[in-house]
Nanobody, 124 residues
Framework: QGQLVESGGGSVQAGGSLRLSCAAS??????MGWFRQAPGLEREAVAT????????AYADSVKGRFTISRDNDKNTVYLQMSGLKPEDTAMYYC???????????????????WGQGTQVTVFS
């Protein structure tokens, strides 16, 4: 029933920054996250956030460059991306799901709701 709508994608030069937003039609789930998928590759987790405590988890490939955050009152999740690389090019999906022992694992299989995605292209 709830819907997730992403925005903020686009084309950016390598080394640049983008900020993605995910607006939820209902209150945020315990776990919110960002996933991405490039052509020919499996969908992979980028970052998750436990919305109650604000704790986060990141894929090794983006650690130190990306930051996930949330505004519970606005029912919105953000992904601040800096130091973008061509290999970051992908369709980025917002996701929602239940927590597991007060943790949000970086696992595609635990997602219950997906957004439609927003394209991020990084050129050199």
């Amino acid at each position: 029933q709830g819907q997730l709508v992403e925005s903020g994608g686009g084309s950016v030069q390598a080394g640049g920054s983008l900020r993605l937003s995910c607006a939820a039609s209902k209150t945020l789930r315990n776990c919110m996250g960002w996933f991405r998928q490039a052509p020919g590759l499996e969908r992979e987790a980028v970052a998750t956030i436990y919305t109650i405590a604000g704790s986060t988890a990141y894929a090794d490939s983006v650690k130190g460059r990306f930051t996930i955050s949330r505004d519970n009152d606005k029912n919105t999740v953000y992904l601040q991306m800096s130091g973008l690389k061509p290999e970051d090019t992908a369709m980025y999906y917002c996701a929602a799901g239940a927590s597991y022992l007060s943790t949000c694992p970086l696992e595609v299989g635990r997602v219950s709701t997906w957004g439609q995605g927003t394209q991020v292209t990084v050129f050199s």
